[in-house]
């Protein structure tokens, strides 16, 4: 478990929050908000969207480059994968965790990251 999440993957599926769909992995995003210092932050949306708006401090890593780019990624640190919704970065986590990094999803993407009030930079498309 990567930081106070308080799901471990072992529940059953219905025990779980709707949108943790990447095995116990998604995390919340207050959740990863806390945890900003300790994690790397990843957005796997396309340019036009992060010059739209990203969270402040994230790495933009379209999801088509991901593959080629994995080197940019510190190893043993904890990754958090972010899109507008949280679709692509949950194929995202599980291609980065296939890859033996401990990725998370950030649960709700950008979406719910503001609709929560949380820091961002410009605005959502």
């Not at 932050?41 to 401090?57: K, M, N, P, S, T």
């Not at 593959?67 to 904890?78: I, K, M, N, V």
């Not at 194929?91 to 950008?110: I, K, S």
């Amino acid at each position: 478990m990567l930081i106070g999440s308080g799901r471990t993957g072992a529940e059953p599926p219905d025990a779980r929050p709707a949108g943790a769909e990447t095995g116990g992995n998604a995390l919340e995003p207050k959740d990863a908000f806390h945890a900003l210092d300790r994690v790397e932050l990843v957005d796997v949306r396309e340019q036009w969207e992060w010059d739209a708006g990203h969270i402040e401090g994230a790495r933009h890593v379209p999801l088509g480059e991901l593959p080629a780019r994995l080197d940019e990624l510190p190893p043993g640190r904890p990754v958090v994968v972010v899109c507008r919704s949280g679709a692509r970065s949950a194929d995202a986590t599980e291609f980065l965790r296939a890859q033996g990094f401990d990725a998370h999803n950030l649960d709700g993407g950008v979406q719910l990251w503001t609709g929560e009030g949380l820091p961002y930079s410009g605005v959502v498309v």
